[in-house]
């Protein structure tokens, strides 16, 4: 099973900048997808970006232009630089492992990303 990590969230002002990390560690198949979900209350978790080891990276619309969604050389951590945060963008940011062969999503424990004056 895999476990993940993340770290980075807080109260940071409307344009501020914050840095997610995640950190993934037990049986970590070479090949597979890390990136981060969101959850606002009252909404459904809604994708926000992946970056697969092959190079593919996904991104939200909304977040297109202001978050980077990046990867470690070792594969195990990912990031995701926040930039012009604005107060939709709070939400808890959940951490999430895919691989083969079975393709089951891990997820983190999630933190918290406030957006306000």
């Known amino acids: 099973q895999v476990q993940l990590v993340e770290s980075g969230g807080g109260l940071v002002p409307p344009g501020g900048s914050l840095r997610l990390s995640c950190a993934a560690s037990?049986?970590?198949?070479?090949?597979?997808?890390m990136g981060w979900y969101r959850q606002a209350p009252g909404k459904e978790r809604e994708l926000v970006a992946t970056?697969?080891?092959?190079?593919?990276?996904d991104y939200a619309n909304s977040v297109k232009g202001r978050f980077t969604i990046s990867r470690d050389n070792a594969q195990d951590r990912v990031h995701l630089q926040m930039n012009s945060l604005q107060p939709d963008d709070t939400a808890v940011y959940y951490c999430?492992?895919?691989?083969?062969?079975?393709?089951?999503?891990?997820w983190g424990q999630g933190t918290q990303v406030t957006v306000s004056s």
């Open positions: 037990g049986t970590i198949f070479l090949i597979n997808t």
């Open positions: 970056l697969s080891t092959e190079g593919r990276a």
């Open positions: 999430v492992f895919r691989s083969p062969p079975s393709w089951i999503d891990y």
